[in-house]
Nanobody
């Protein structure tokens, strides 16, 4: 099982940017998928982005597509989520999750996968 640690959250004004990092340790195979989820107060946790570390293929939830970019640095065992043009409704606790082998799918506006490893989360607060 992978251990995941998120960082990079904080307070930002609407229209600003943040970059989240998710660093993995443990047994890392070549077919790891890593996803970013978020949970706003009073709402369910939702998948917003996912990347396959083997080839860099990525998918996004409708609400973040064209504003967020997921990328990976395999040498550092780290996945990033670059968040631009942040909106008040992006305020949430952001988690990264991983598993191997697994596949992310896009369905009904969100990302879905069967992840078994989760980080503790990093808070993102966007002020309007």
């Amino acid at each position: 099982q992978l251990q995941l640690v998120e960082s990079g959250g904080g307070l930002v004004q609407a229209g600003g940017s943040l970059r989240l990092s998710c660093t993995a340790s443990g047994i890392i195979s070549d077919s790891v998928a890593i996803g970013w989820y978020r949970q706003a107060p009073g709402k369910d946790r939702k998948g917003i982005a996912c990347i396959a570390t083997s080839n860099g293929n990525s998918i996004y939830a409708t609400s973040v597509k064209d504003r967020f970019t997921i990328s990976r640095d395999n040498a550092k065992n780290t996945v990033y989520l670059q968040m631009n043009n942040l909106k008040f409704e992006d305020t949430a606790l952001y988690y990264c999750a991983a598993d191997s082998p697994t596949e992310c799918i896009y369905f009904n506006d969100y990302i879905w996968a069967d992840f078994t490893s989760w980080g503790q989360g990093t808070q993102v607060t966007v002020s309007s």
